[in-house]
């Protein structure tokens, strides 16, 4: 496994070929996920389409929070578990699966954070240094996102959030939209460098 490392914040992050490179603005999701633990209810982190995992290891290390990182690519699990030791966090599961598929019945968390795929299948020409695995959101940008929503659907204590990495505004509204529909509450979004987060409440 050829490793390239990062500087992500607080952390040392590794990655590889075929996985996402860490983007430095993104530190700002496990940033807003760190201020919201602080008054969550008990339980652990979640993070869905975690890539390498800088996203939710940062919040985990602020937060002083166990976490679960899921991931369909077994590369990407493999990186999440070096990481994690490689920065002495030792709370930390990486979880193998289909979104759909890899929570366990009655596994509730005190947030959620989701790095789906969000770039429209039309543009992702031009990333072409990205794996298109990791970009290609579908005809919206939406798709993965969507699935996100729908995974954590039931598995969030009530009050708590889900932080979702989007494109742009248009994005937001759609998706805070839908999931108004699902019963969740918008509650705001920060901009920056090259996408959004939203922060979607759940109850």
């Given at each position: 496994m050829t490793l390239t490392h990062h500087t992500?914040?607080?952390l040392k992050i590794a990655h590889t070929p075929g996985v996402l490179?860490?983007?430095?603005?993104?530190?700002?999701?496990?940033d807003w996920a760190a201020e919201l633990l602080h008054d969550a209810p008990p339980?652990?982190?979640?993070e869905l389409c975690t890539g390498a995992g800088q996203i939710g290891?940062?919040?985990a290390h602020r937060s002083g929070r166990p976490l679960v990182a899921v991931d369909a690519d077994p590369a990407c699990c493999r990186l999440v578990a070096h990481n994690a030791e490689a920065n002495g966090l030792d709370e930390v599961e990486a979880r193998l699966g289909d979104l759909a598929e890899v929570l366990v019945d009655g596994e509730v968390f005190a947030l959620a954070l989701a790095d789906p795929p969000w770039v429209r299948s039309t543009q992702v020409e031009r990333f072409?240094?990205?794996p298109l695995t990791a970009i290609d959101g579908g005809l919206d940008g939406l798709g993965?996102?969507?699935?996100?929503v729908a995974a954590v659907s039931g598995h969030l204590a009530p009050g708590s959030s889900l932080l979702v990495q989007l494109g742009d505004d248009r994005q937001a509204d759609t998706l805070a939209a839908e999931a108004a529909d699902a019963?969740?509450?918008?509650?705001?979004?920060?901009?920056?460098?090259?996408?959004?987060?939203?922060?979607?409440?759940?109850?």
């Open positions: 992500f914040a607080d490179e860490p983007r430095p603005w993104t530190a700002m999701q496990s339980g652990p982190l979640l290891l940062l919040a072409p240094e990205d993965p996102a969507r699935a996100c019963g969740w509450s918008p509650g705001g979004r920060r901009h920056g460098e090259r996408g959004l987060v939203l922060r979607l409440r759940h109850g």
